[in-house]
């Protein structure tokens, strides 16, 4: 039985006196009978699940990650917010929600808008505060923290930083090592595999034979292939933090360092990175906590820990154990540590653009159930894009597509549209197979969780409803980020709320003429989701709109009324307008418009072309390239 940490406990009075004047001293050396701040260590890796042998995975060799496990804490409801990279380090670095700072989008900034995915000098990231309170921070070495970071926020951050660098051994460090062998590329790239796995022992190996297949892919020997990869370069990993403690037991650092292990999202397969399933966001996440620092163990060494925790919850976490002052902007709260909050119930998860490809969809997740909301219901479950369609594992799923192969588990994952909300058990039903939105009995649950999903939206003000161009526009025309600039006009949000979600053709209509543009915008993808004929109104309203005063809304108007009619000429100026527009963000809507309505792609294939050859954006090149694939049966290949 878990025996779980006394939150009210206090701990000794020098311990808190120290804590506290450390802000003041610098972390100075320690008086005798004072405790020194603790160490902290975090090493993080790329793109796994919980495939672990200390998890309860029979394949996984990872004996050193199991050994510290079993003096450690393991972690059973470690949540990343955010199902791919640069978003879920961005919440890591900030403690904060990304879809609330404008930063959920993969990739929201690029070298064509230079002010794309600004942070406000207000908001602190956690290593700034760690350096003030008498902390050595390096970083080694990725950042990806999708923003333009302009400040200096490490010691060093490179591929030699390290925590033996600092100048005064008696100085506290925050070191933090990310290594990339178990990245989806590494599974993908069979030459890349080889080379980071070749020292690997042929007794660490895993057998393809042994692997069990999960049910949403084919069972084919490349397949099985794929699959071992990726449980030897976690074999492969396993073998690096070793020597990450081995370092820290040589120099007799380990007695005073908290050390953290945790992946950054899940496997990076079809139905795990990139999507909310848990196989994309739980993530293995384990602590060990030095003796000398076990006023702050959650349990007894070697325990489980069910607590819910969420990636915005790092930086606090990190900053609490160093006795810092954790900013009033920090949305996370701290696990660890003398001054805790209640447990969490619900950690909160959102995914945005995905490199080429919107899809909005946001989450709210319990220890028992997980609610989804998605927002653009009529896309597919899996839209092409050239990162994992380019995976040889997407290969096989789709060949197995098309020979009508797949079990009832993988066609779901290849499902042309989307509910437009799931609900679902995890005590009963981890892997997510059984949607019980529709189900009578679960009716109070189900509006239970999208009140508290409602009620988190407006709370954090998301931002990710906004459209990419229209949200960086009205950056650029106020000179600051939209999380500021939104905290001055929330009057309109309940509205956006409600019409980015609602499928009542009134409510949509009377939108297309609201004075807010991101309004006007839903109203039109509204209608476009909308099973059923539209009225004649409401057709020659949305004719109208393709002379609205802003470009992306009436692009969004142009998508209603492809679906509905035949491109006029109006219609198609519009989109040729979006495909000249300075946006980039203009363009890709535009792109992926055109992507969807080969009618409407041929008129103006020329154009597209001359994009393909120019564009700044490689997003914008990979739709447009795609759809004239599509159009022409070519197979040409772009960045």
């Known amino acids: 039985m878990i025996l779980i940490f006394d939150m009210m406990r206090q701990p000794s009075l020098m311990f808190f006196l120290f804590f506290?004047?450390?802000?003041?001293?610098?972390?100075?050396?320690?008086?005798?009978?004072?405790?020194?701040?603790?160490?902290?260590?975090?090493?993080?890796?790329?793109?796994?699940?919980?495939?672990?042998?200390?998890?309860?995975?029979?394949?996984?060799?990872?004996?050193?990650?199991?050994?510290?496990?079993?003096?450690?804490?393991?972690?059973?409801?470690?949540?990343?917010?955010?199902?791919?990279?640069?978003?879920?380090?961005?919440?890591?670095i900030t403690g904060m929600y990304p879809s609330s700072l404008g930063t959920l989008h993969m990739r929201s900034f690029s070298n064509t808008m230079k002010s794309s995915g600004r942070i406000p000098t207000e908001i602190k990231l956690y290593p700034e505060v760690l350096r003030s309170a008498g902390y050595?921070?390096?970083?080694?070495?990725?950042?990806?923290?999708?923003?333009?970071?302009?400040?200096?926020?490490?010691?060093?951050?490179?591929?030699?930083?390290?925590?033996?660098?600092?100048?005064?051994?008696?100085?506290?460090?925050?070191?933090?090592?990310?290594?990339?062998?178990?990245?989806?590329?590494?599974?993908?790239?069979?030459?890349?595999?080889?080379?980071?796995?070749?020292?690997?022992?042929?007794?660490?190996r895993t057998v393809p034979e042994k692997i069990a297949v999960p049910p949403y892919y084919p069972d084919t020997p490349e397949v099985r292939r794929l699959l071992t990869r990726h449980y030897d370069n976690i074999a492969t990993m396993d073998a690096v933090v070793e020597k990450l403690l081995q370092e820290l037991e040589e120099s007799g650092e380990s007695k005073n360092t908290i050390v953290f292990f945790y992946s950054d999202h899940g496997t990076g397969l079809p139905r795990h990175k990139r999507w909310l399933f848990d196989t994309g966001v739980k993530v293995p996440f384990i602590v060990y906590i030095p003796e000398q620092y076990k006023e702050l163990y959650p349990a007894e060494p070697g325990s489980e820990v069910?607590?819910?925790?969420?990636?915005?919850?790092?930086?606090?976490?990190?900053?609490?154990?160093?006795?810092?002052?954790?900013?009033?902007?920090?949305?996370?709260?701290?696990?660890?540590?003398?001054?805790?909050?209640?447990?969490?119930?619900?950690?909160?998860?959102?995914?945005?653009?995905?490199?080429?490809?919107?899809?909005?969809?946001?989450?709210?997740?319990?220890?028992?159930?997980?609610?989804?909301?998605?927002?653009?219901?009529?896309?597919?479950?899996?839209?092409?894009?050239?990162?994992?369609?380019?995976?040889?594992?997407?290969?096989?799923?789709?060949?197995?597509?098309?020979?009508?192969?797949?079990?009832?588990?993988?066609?779901?994952?290849v499902a042309s549209t989307k509910p437009a909300e799931s609900l679902f058990d995890l005590s009963k039903d981890p892997m997510e197979f059984n949607d019980l939105a529709n189900d009578p009995r679960m009716k109070e649950e189900l509006a239970r969780l999208r009140a508290v999903h409602d009620q988190w939206m407006k709370q954090v003000l998301d931002v990710g409803l906004i459209p990419e161009a229209i949200m960086r526009n009205w950056e650029e025309k106020n000179d600051q980020s939209i999380y500021k600039w939104i905290r001055t006009q929330e009057d309109f949000y309940d509205e956006l709320l409600l019409i980015s979600s609602t499928a009542n053709e009134n409510i949509l209509f009377k939108g297309l003429n609201h004075p807010n543009e991101a309004i006007?915008?839903?109203?039109?993808?509204?209608?476009?989701?909308?099973?059923?004929?539209?009225?004649?109104?409401?057709?020659d309203r949305l004719n109208q709109k393709l002379n609205d005063s802003v470009i992306n809304v009436s692009i969004s108007a142009a998508r209603a009324l492809l679906k509905h009619k035949s491109p006029s000429k109006e219609l198609m100026k519009v989109l040729s307008s979006g495909?000249?527009?300075?946006?980039?963000?203009?363009?890709?809507?535009?792109?992926?418009?055109?992507?969807?309505?080969?009618?409407?792609?041929?008129?103006?294939?020329?154009?597209?072309?001359?994009?393909?050859?120019?564009?700044?954006?490689?997003?914008?090149?990979?739709?447009?390239?795609?759809?004239?694939?599509?159009?022409?049966?070519?197979?040409?290949?772009?960045?």
């Open 136 to 204: 050595y921070c390096t970083n080694n070495n990725k950042e990806d923290y999708n923003f333009n970071l302009k400040r200096e926020i490490w010691d060093e951050s490179s591929k030699t930083a390290h925590w033996k660098k600092r100048p005064n051994k008696n100085t506290p460090f925050f070191s933090i090592f990310n290594l990339t062998m178990t990245h989806e590329s590494c599974i993908n790239n069979q030459e890349k595999h080889e080379r980071l796995t070749q020292d690997l022992p042929e007794h660490l």
């Open 306 to 413: 069910d607590q819910l925790i969420s990636f915005i919850d790092l930086a606090p976490t990190a900053i609490e154990l160093a006795g810092a002052q954790i900013p009033k902007s920090m949305q996370g709260q701290a696990f660890l540590g003398k001054n805790l909050k209640l447990e969490r119930d619900y950690v909160f998860l959102a995914r945005g653009r995905m490199d080429e490809r919107y899809d909005i969809q946001r989450g709210v997740r319990s220890k028992r159930f997980k609610y989804l909301r998605y927002y653009e219901p009529k896309k597919s479950f899996i839209q092409y894009m050239n990162t994992p369609e380019g995976g040889p594992l997407m290969t096989e799923l789709r060949k197995a597509e098309k020979e009508g192969a797949l079990k009832p588990e993988g066609q779901q994952l």
């Open 579 to 639: 495909l000249k527009a300075e946006n980039e963000w203009t363009r890709l809507q535009t792109a992926l418009v055109l992507d969807d309505f080969q009618n409407a792609l041929k008129v103006l294939e020329k154009q597209s072309q001359n994009l393909i050859d120019s564009d700044t954006n490689k997003y914008v090149v990979r739709v447009l390239n795609h759809g004239l694939n599509e159009l022409n049966g070519t197979s040409s290949k772009v960045r």
């Open 20 to 92: 506290n004047c450390s802000l003041f001293l610098g972390c100075s050396n320690p008086t005798e009978g004072e405790k020194k701040p603790p160490n902290i260590l975090w090493i993080t890796v790329e793109d796994i699940s919980p495939d672990l042998g200390c998890y309860g995975d029979p394949l996984a060799h990872t004996p050193t990650l199991d050994a510290l496990a079993s003096k450690g804490f393991r972690y059973n409801h470690a949540i990343a917010n955010a199902p791919v990279c640069a978003p879920a380090r961005n919440a890591i």
């Open 520 to 539: 006007r915008y839903w109203a039109g993808q509204g209608l476009y989701n909308l099973d059923k004929k539209i009225k004649k109104a409401t057709i």
